[in-house]
């Protein structure tokens, strides 16, 4: 699967346009110019982008920069809302407290039903 295929499927993951995802990556990043016309570029294999973009478009999806060059699908995520509230977590919080959190907020919508 080409580097343009992943991005667009994970850009289609999160349920994004190119213009929001645009601007999210321009909010994450001050100094980025991002815009609709390159990432669609780059999701359709016409332009590359630079390493140091592609480490911000990762981070934003919180993927390893890896996920673009190799050949392996990304495990699924089960939960994926409660992987968006802990990865908003302190980047300084180990991955063992990440997964408390989850757990919890799984447990809680368990007992709501």
Avoid at 74 to 89: C, L, Q, S, T
Avoid at 96 to 111: D, G, H, P, V
Wanted: no cysteine; glycine share 2%.
């Amino acid at each position: 699967m080409s580097l343009g295929t992943k991005l667009k499927e994970l850009r289609k993951a999160h349920k994004l346009t190119l213009e929001e995802m645009a601007n999210q990556l321009n909010e994450k990043n001050p100094n980025s110019n991002f815009n609709k016309g390159r990432l669609s570029k780059w999701e359709h294999d016409t332009d590359e982008p630079r390493l140091s973009s592609l480490k911000q478009v990762a981070d934003l999806f919180n993927v390893s920069i890896d996920y673009f060059f190799n050949d392996e699908e990304p495990e699924k995520e089960e939960n994926e809302a409660a992987n968006v509230i802990a990865a908003h977590i302190d980047d300084d919080t180990p991955e063992s407290e990440r997964q408390q959190i989850i757990t919890f907020i799984e447990n809680l919508k368990k007992a709501r039903k």
